[in-house]
T-cell receptor, first 114, second 114 residues
């Protein structure tokens, strides 16, 4: 069975541009979360979606948005890119989005903003 | 505020035992997770503690003391492949149907030497 898949694996953008990152959860998983991991730091929570609805939002500016589709895949959008947005963006899925569930992470999208 | 502390780096010898400590101060608590992350790869789940005590799973064990805000991950019979970053994460309280996001420490980079 496929794990959590993310695309693209690497991306280079310039300041001010917009980016869309994509995630497909493990088959049967209904909850998707997005995390940002800056080099040398732990992942930081951005969003959680369950059944196409936003269930949680971290401390990120409105330039960051996301959505979940009927097939439970998800997109993370970042507008007006800044140099500080350079990071590894991780997507994680879980079955029902319950508090006692472990998260399964994808390998991430490495975003570089020049 | 939210704060999770763990050592930045540790070195150990193949075949030995190593203990990675994690202390936390969070506004809410809904379980503590340990993840392993090899460079350039997805974090993978190791353990979950929600009640005080020791959870053992093969060569890996994890301990939790909620009153002390303290956890450790114990790795026995170290192998070279155990060289990785180990992330301690606390799940905070979820509101409005949220799963509660994971608050990660910065990770402990473990190097296993022959």
């Amino acid at each position: 069975d496929a794990g959590v898949t993310q695309s693209p694996t690497h991306l280079i953008k310039t300041r001010g541009q917009h980016v869309t990152l994509r995630c497909s959860p493990i088959s049967g998983h209904k909850s998707v979360s997005w995390y940002q991991q800056v080099l040398g730091q732990g992942p930081q929570f951005i969003f959680q979606y369950y059944e196409k609805e936003e269930r949680g939002r971290g401390n990120f500016p409105d330039r960051f948005s996301a959505r979940q589709f009927p097939n439970y895949s998800s997109e993370l959008n970042v507008n007006a890119l800044l140099l500080g947005d350079s990071a590894l963006y991780l997507c994680a899925s879980s079955l029902e989005g319950s508090t006692n569930e472990k998260l399964f992470f994808g390998s991430g999208t490495q975003l570089s903003v020049l | 505020g939210q704060n999770i502390d763990q050592p930045t780096e540790m070195t150990a010898t193949e075949g030995a035992i190593v203990q990675i400590n994690c202390t936390y101060q969070t506004s809410g608590f809904n379980g503590l997770f340990w993840y392993q992350q090899h460079a350039g790869e997805a974090p993978t789940f190791l353990s979950y503690n929600v009640l005080d005590g020791l959870e053992e799973k093969g060569r890996f064990s994890s301990f939790l003391s909620r009153s002390k805000g303290y956890s450790y991950l114990l790795l026995k019979e170290l192998q070279m492949k155990d060289s990785a970053s180990y992330l301690c994460a606390v799940r905070d309280l979820g509101y409005g149907g949220s799963q509660g996001n994971l608050i990660f420490g910065k990770g402990t980079k473990l190097s296993v030497k022959p």
